[in-house]
């Protein structure tokens, strides 16, 4: 198990490394950083200027690890358009982002692990197609559209729901569905495809044949096995839903990380994109190998190969 | 299955027959195909979307760019309203252009940024992923992290920032959205290839002395062909998807160009008098993505009968 958790470290670093140098060179993507910085209006003069007090001058090599070193000891830079440290931006706003996907991840479990459950005990019924159409239909809505419809719908036209902001827990209903609904029909097929496999294994008829009570079958013996995928699946999904959030967000005007990367791409404030993508990276890093982690303790086939 | 194969066989009709009474594994096949309600509605969808597109100048009743405002926002034929009429079906949105024009110019751009996305990430993501499969070893390791490290960086943002930094036109949006998707194919015809490289015709195939590129081209890549078609439309509706969210976010295809996302986006203000602006483009959406699912849906239940479940 520790040579386990060593060796997929080793790799969750390596891979962090990567995506810093990739962050990184975001920057030179729109051509000389400095230029840009400076505006048209520009001299030559002023545009020296920038390149120096911003460190643009430097070589390249030394400029990456001048800003990997700031950004291990939580220096992410300064924002050009806030005039603030980054750092204490981003942190102000992750807590938002955080609790939208926490509560994203949890309709969409809520939704799905039941749905899958249920298909799974009576494969090719009613329930089973319901099931199916719902994750067919999830599929092809796209989230952006599907945030309009319900805010058309339950905010305008019932005013059941607040439509924008970020005041109180009504404010993260319709959001968290807009962003964890796409996730269900996933998270559904796994939990359907585990249990039927499961529930034809042979430690089941067992527990059948002791005599044992159905709830206690399903939930104690056959549940419990099946939702082993289903854990990194979500962990992993809920990485992809904080990069995601970035459209909710701005829809239902959600103060959260989302807005905050969707502002300053729009003000082109490099440092800020680069924080929110290095820190959005590197928590999905963290996710998936907390998952991993996981898996390797519940099912120790993993340990070994 | 198999009994039945025996049962004939136990008749023992003339062997003429015998090729009439059991249809050729291609005629199953097609018979599976016209069978499956999925497929054909996809395939049926699909085939009307892209004939609205070919034939978008032919068919579009107006100028999808001309602006007139002294006729904007007449809603739809289905409104009871006085102003509805059948010279703008769809009605028009609020610079006064003729909201069907512009939807099916629109597949035009759906499509168009679909396909070409989804071959430019397709032989990305085949290309490693088919060479970790079949090489393993150092290979295998390299394309591991590599997926991971994509994986790792979040797609919408990364998308929005790079287009944001570049400069947005059509071919920026598809190249963009073409090199950050091709984890799915990777992952999926890495693993294909894994299974399909230790079968025996491929052993046999080296033990004859074909050369490395003949096998891979030759011998393994038509066994993982049904994958890749399905992996194939999994992307293209991702990338249709992407799309639309980047134009509704301003930082996809530009206006005027009638994009989907960007109607839906232009919509959005006028969505408290008039939803069908939104509704309209928002349901075209929704079938094109739609039928390519249940197009690649169908295609695997055929291929492969056993992955049903």
């Known amino acids: 198990m520790l040579i386990y958790a060593l060796k997929r470290l080793s790799i969750a670093l390596l891979v962090a490394v990567t995506v810093s140098l990739l962050t990184f060179s975001m920057i030179y993507l729109s051509g000389d950083p400095a230029m840009a910085l400076a505006g048209e209006s520009a001299t030559q ?12 001058d430097q070589p390249i090599i030394v400029q990456y690890f001048n800003w990997l070193a700031n950004a291990l000891q939580g220096d992410l830079g300064h924002s050009h358009y806030l005039k603030t440290e980054v750092s204490n931006v981003i ?11 926490a509560c994203a991840l949890g309709f969409a479990l809520c939704l799905s692990i039941p749905l899958g459950v249920l298909a799974a005990m009576r494969p090719n019924t009613l329930i089973d197609r319901f099931a199916l159409t719902l994750a067919v239909i999830g599929q092809a809505l796209p989230s952006f559209w599907f945030a309009l419809i319900m805010i058309f719908l339950f905010g305008v036209s019932l005013r059941w729901l607040p439509i924008t902001g970020s005041a109180s827990w009504m404010n993260f209903i319709m959001p968290s569905i807009a962003l964890g609904y796409y996730v269900t029909p996933a998270v559904m097929r796994l939990t359907r495809a585990g249990m039927i496999e499961v529930l034809s294994s042979d430690y089941i008829r067992t527990a059948r044949a002791k005599g044992l009570r159905p709830s206690v079958v399903l939930f104690k013996h056959a549940l419990r096995n099946a939702i082993i995928p289903v854990v990194s699946l979500a962990a992993v999904q809920f990485g992809f839903m904080l990069g995601g959030s970035i459209v909710i967000e701005t829809i239902f005007a959600i103060n959260g990380l989302g807005q905050l990367a969707w502002e300053s791409i729009l003000r082109a404030d490099l440092p800020m994109m680069q924080a929110i993508v290095l820190v959005l990276s590197c928590f999905y890093i963290v996710l998936t190998f907390l998952a991993d982690l996981l898996n390797a303790f519940l099912d120790p086939r993993i340990r070994v190969s | 299955m198999s009994e039945a194969v025996q049962d004939t066989n136990a008749q023992k009709p003339p062997i003429a027959d015998r090729t009439i009474e059991e249809p050729s594994p291609a005629e199953r096949a097609r018979k599976r195909m016209f069978g499956h309600f999925g497929f054909m509605f996809g395939a049926i969808v699909l085939l009307g979307i892209l004939a609205i597109a070919f034939l978008a100048p032919l068919i579009s009743p107006h100028d999808p760019l001309d602006q007139q405002l002294a006729r904007k926002l007449i809603p739809p034929i289905w409104h009871d309203s006085p102003k509805a009429t059948w010279v703008h079906p769809l009605g028009t ?10 939807l099916i110019h629109g597949s035009q751009i759906s499509l168009l940024i679909g396909f070409a996305a989804m071959l430019i990430s397709g032989v990305i993501g085949t290309a490693i992923g088919v060479a970790a499969g079949y090489f393993g070893g150092k290979v295998d390791m390299v394309v591991n992290f590599v997926i991971t490290t994509r994986l790792s960086l979040p797609v919408v943002l990364v998308a929005l920032a790079v287009v944001s930094l570049v400069g947005n036109s059509l071919w920026i949006v598809i190249c963009v959205l073409g090199l950050l998707i091709w984890d799915r194919f990777a992952v999926v015809m890495r693993s294909t290839t894994q299974q399909v490289r230790n079968l025996d015709y491929v052993a046999a195939a080296q033990a004859i002395g074909c050369s490395t590129p003949r096998i891979i081209f030759a011998e393994i890549m038509p066994n993982i062909v049904n994958n890749l078609i399905v992996v194939a439309t999994v992307e293209m509706a991702h990338a249709i998807i992407l799309e639309a969210a980047l134009s509704f976010l301003g930082l996809g295809v530009q206006p005027p160009a009638p994009s989907w996302g960007l109607m839906i986006a232009e919509g959005k203000n006028h969505m408290l008098f008039d939803p069908w602006l939104v509704g309209i483009p928002g349901t075209a959406l929704f079938i094109l993505i739609l039928s390519i699912n249940l197009l690649g849906d ?6 492969a009968p056993e992955n049903r479940n």
């Open chain 2, 93 to 102: 949105d609020q610079f006064g252009r003729d909201y069907l024009s512009r």
């Open chain 1, 91 to 101: 942190f102000a706003r992750l807590p938002v982002t955080m609790t939208l996907g």
């Open chain 1, 45 to 56: 003069q002023d545009i020296e200027n920038i390149r120096r007090v911003y460190g643009y």
């Open chain 2, 298 to 303: 169908g295609m695997r239940d055929i291929t």
